[in-house]
């Protein structure tokens, strides 16, 4: 876990956010004055109860959601405050996407589908840029293989590719691993923990899974839409442990 320490810009500032949903007495709040960072070149897990606001942190660092206040910086740039547009274009070029369902078109060949992000951008993939992002992930050999003709963690790692090959700024994941075998999500995860330590890679996933969250350099937990505390370099069974205790807490 070498990247640590070695860049101290933040890739992802969070300061004071709260997102609420409906108003009046129906309200509810999913994040809660939330503020943290996210250094730039390393892995963290968020992990928290359901209903914690793993999900909502997520969408709100990613641009995907808007905050109810407070700031979300992506580097230098505040995304509370760009329009739709703008918001779009910096998503599409900065950003990267990896998600439990991965969101394949069937009829599309594993390069088509890796291309897929230039070509919404507007931009001509070039085939050498797409070809480098499936051997990157292992699958130089299944360009031309359709999502049926793959499996599951074959289909993950075109979706990990897919996300890579605009090469973003930081990659965010949604239970990457979640619909995989054990075996197959820990090939997964051992690319993830790869590009962070030899590219300088910045990734953010959320996770209910110990074993998943003690691939990365720390681990924040959510309580309420509250962050609950931290661990660093620690264990799958020491994470779990902590789960365990706030899943625990009184409501």
Do not use: W
Not at 47 to 61: E, I, V
Not at 65 to 71: E, H
Not at 194 to 213: K, S
């Amino acid at each position: 876990m070498g990247a640590v320490g070695q860049m101290t810009s933040n890739a992802i500032e969070l300061r004071a956010v709260s997102r609420r949903y409906g108003t009046g007495g129906t309200a509810v709040t999913a994040l809660d004055g939330v503020s943290l960072d996210f250094p730039a070149g390393t892995f963290t897990a968020v992990m928290g109860p359901s209903g914690s606001g793993k999900s909502t942190l997520l969408q709100c660092a990613a641009g995907l959601d808007r905050p109810t206040s407070g700031s979300v910086r992506l580097g230098e740039t505040e995304l509370t405050t760009l329009g739709e547009r703008r918001l779009t274009l910096l998503r599409r070029e900065r950003v990267g996407f990896v998600f439990q369902a991965f969101n394949l078109l069937p009829s599309l060949t594993a390069e088509q589908n890796v291309a897929l992000p230039l070509r919404l951008a507007g931009r001509r993939p070039s085939r050498a840029r797409v070809r480098e992002a499936l051997h990157r992930v292992g699958l130089g050999e299944r360009a031309g293989h359709r999502p049926a003709q793959l499996s599951g963690g074959q289909q993950q790692r075109v979706a990990l590719a897919r996300a890579l090959v605009t090469r973003p700024e930081v990659l965010f994941g949604d239970e990457p691993t979640g619909a995989l075998d054990a075996r197959t999500g820990r090939e997964v995860l051992e690319l993830l923990r790869g590009m962070v330590d030899a590219e300088g890679r910045t990734v953010v996933t959320v996770t209910h899974d110990p074993v998943a969250a003690s691939y990365a350099d720390r681990v924040v937990f959510l309580v309420d839409g509250r962050v609950h505390g931290e661990l660093r370099g620690a264990s799958a069974g020491e994470i779990a442990a902590r789960t365990t205790a706030l899943e625990a807490l009184p409501c």
